[in-house]
């Protein structure tokens, strides 16, 4: 017989292991990023759910989840197996919204709490009249489970009506996918018409790669095709590898065809009666639980290393689109030194204000056309960077992420924190220059702003600026001139790393924010090898 393995130490292997899946993110558009995410959220859902709780508590009652295709019944099959209307069945659809949990009084304590399903939000409602609508407290945007208590359910199993597997409401289908991930047995119901559409038989394939305890009903079958049709369908499980799968039929009946009433108990006597066995009797209850149980914990051994292959694959491409922000950014910066070096400021409205220097132009109007000379060159450097990122990110699928297109463009906010810095370089040159002068023990200093102007054209003007150095040192000395010197261009190199650092980050910040990192493909492998040796 299969039994439960509750040691503390699984189930600690088994809350890292869970912890990991959570951090587990996916947020590159990348191919195999959607299935990643519902892997990890389906994943997620069978640990929260299912398979921590059942561990934890092995005696709790065996959760037997409906689920199904639109219009497949499920709804009246709960109802009729109850024995009275507990679900709201319908021929409009979508019909089940409100998932509904029945179980014996005697069990109510096990799902009234947050045991299983902790996200769902529990309501009781007096028994409502057939044709009496039903107005939850929950439904004004929380996601609800309303837990109904019946005599006829046995003790020891909960019935569960799940919304449509493919209703066209999104969070119904979420929903409902959660909802199986909590199962100990899943009872698929489809119909004689849509026996073999793909919803329901993606759901029997999972359920077969889980080796889950599986149940399935074809529902709505005409007498006169009954045989028929349950034979295909038998041909169809058996060659799926599912023929092992007990299989019930419930014929066509004037009470299913327009979804508001309960069925003859001899049409759901079988099923019903498959059920309280497996409530009532020991080893049947333990080989669904272990089997199911077993099943998710096998299926680790594929998903976890899937999961972690997924973190790989967002990582490699978070680090191309890191490198080439980076290569882009090295690039033009060791372009912008060069041209610096060429003096390559020194052009323009600048290269004017030089050459009328001292004559017509002021110090501080020297300054003012340099300050703005290499704004200028640098928001050409950044602006030429970022169209370098641009094109290496065209080829990046990973790229198409909406939070990398919120980066700031070049030439507004750029070139506002350009300016900023250009001019802070500006006052601290200026601030050595005045301290310099401070150190000169004459009468007649010079002024600090002239001193501050020729600094600034030394460092910025390459060949066409030599007179510039020389007037300096005639000002304030030789050894002056040098010292000023470096020190001016220590700062200036300073603040030219600062502002291409600065959106070199400004860049990668929203790729950043994303948060792709290596860690969580190791981490993976590493819980799920710890959780295998606790096994």
Same mark, same amino acid.
């Given at each position: 017989m299969v039994t439960l393995d509750v040691r503390p130490q699984l189930l600690d292997a088994l809350s890292a292991l869970r912890d990991r899946v959570a951090a587990a993110r996916f947020p590159l558009p990348l191919a195999g990023a959607p299935r990643a995410r519902a892997n990890r959220d389906e994943l997620l859902a069978q640990l929260d759910d299912y398979l921590v709780p059942r561990l934890k508590q092995p005696e709790a009652p065996l959760l037997a989840v409906v689920g199904g295709s639109t219009g497949a019944g499920k709804s009246t099959l709960v109802n009729s197996l109850v024995g009275r209307r507990v679900s709201e069945a319908s021929v409009l659809r979508p019909t089940t919204r409100t998932p509904v949990l029945v179980c014996h009084p005697e069990d109510h304590h096990w799902f009234s709490g947050m045991r299983v399903l902790p996200e769902l939000t529990r309501v009781w409602t007096p028994q409502q009249e057939a044709g009496d609508d039903l107005l939850l407290p929950g439904d004004n945007g929380r996601r609800v489970l309303r837990v109904e208590t019946v005599d006829t359910v046995p003790p020891g199993i909960a019935l569960l009506d799940a919304p449509d597997i493919d209703s066209l409401v999104a969070d119904n289908r979420s929903l409902a996918a959660e909802l199986i991930c909590a199962a100990d047995i899943w009872i698929m119901v489809t119909t004689a018409a849509r026996y073999a559409d793909a919803v329901p038989w993606h759901l029997l394939r999972t359920a077969k790669e889980y080796d889950v305890t599986l149940v399935t009903v074809l529902d709505r079958v005409p007498h006169q095709v009954v045989s028929e049709v349950s034979r295909q369908y038998g041909a169809l499980l058996t060659k799926a590898g599912l023929g092992d799968v007990p299989r019930f039929t419930?014929?066509?009946?004037?009470?299913?065809?327009?979804?508001?009433?309960?069925?003859?108990?001899?049409?759901?006597? $079988? &099923?019903?009666?498959? /059920?309280?066995?497996? +409530?009532?009797?020991? #080893?049947?209850?333990?080989? *669904?639980?272990? @089997?199911?149980?077993?099943?998710?914990?096998? $299926? &680790?051994?594929?998903? /976890?290393?899937?999961? +972690?292959?997924?973190? #790989?694959?967002?990582?490699? *491409?978070?680090? @191309?689109?890191?490198?080439?922000?980076?290569?882009?950014?090295?690039?033009?910066?060791?372009?912008?030194?060069?041209?610096?070096?060429?003096?390559?400021?020194?052009?323009?409205?600048?290269l004017k204000r030089w050459r009328a220097f001292p004559l017509d132009c002021t110090a501080g109007e020297l300054l003012d056309a340099l300050v703005e000379s290499l704004a200028a060159l640098l928001l050409c450097a950044v602006a030429a960077a970022d169209e370098r990122v641009d094109q290496a990110w065209r080829l990046e699928p990973g790229a198409a992420a909406p939070e990398l297109a919120d980066v700031d463009p070049t030439g507004s906010g750029a070139e506002h924190r350009i300016a900023l810095a250009v001019r802070r370089w500006r006052r601290e040159l200026e601030e050595y220059a005045e301290e310099e002068v401070r150190e000169i023990d004459r009468g007649a200093a010079p002024d600090p702003e002239v001193i501050a102007a020729l600094v600034a054209t030394a460092l910025l003007g390459g060949r066409r600026a030599r007179s510039a150095g020389e007037g300096l040192a005639g000002r304030i000395g030789a050894h002056g001139a040098l010292r000023l010197r470096d020190r001016g261009g220590r700062l200036l190199s300073e603040h030219l790393d600062r502002v291409m650092h600065a959106e070199r980050e400004r860049r990668l910040a929203p790729l950043d924010g994303l948060d792709v990192q290596a860690e969580p493909q190791a981490e993976l492998i590493a819980a799920l090898s710890v959780l295998q040796k606790e096994r």
């Open positions: 419930v014929p066509e009946l004037p009470e299913s065809a327009w979804g508001g009433g309960l069925l003859p108990a001899s049409a759901v006597a $079988s &099923l019903r009666t498959w /059920l309280v066995h497996h +409530a009532q009797d020991p #080893a049947s209850r333990q080989y *669904a639980m272990a @089997r199911t149980a077993h099943g998710v914990l096998n $299926s &680790l051994k594929s998903r /976890l290393p899937e999961l +972690a292959s997924a973190a #790989a694959v967002q990582y490699a *491409a978070a680090l @191309r689109l890191t490198t080439a922000v980076d290569g882009a950014y090295d690039n033009e910066y060791a372009r912008l030194r060069g041209r610096l070096q060429a003096g390559a400021v020194l052009a323009g409205d600048a």
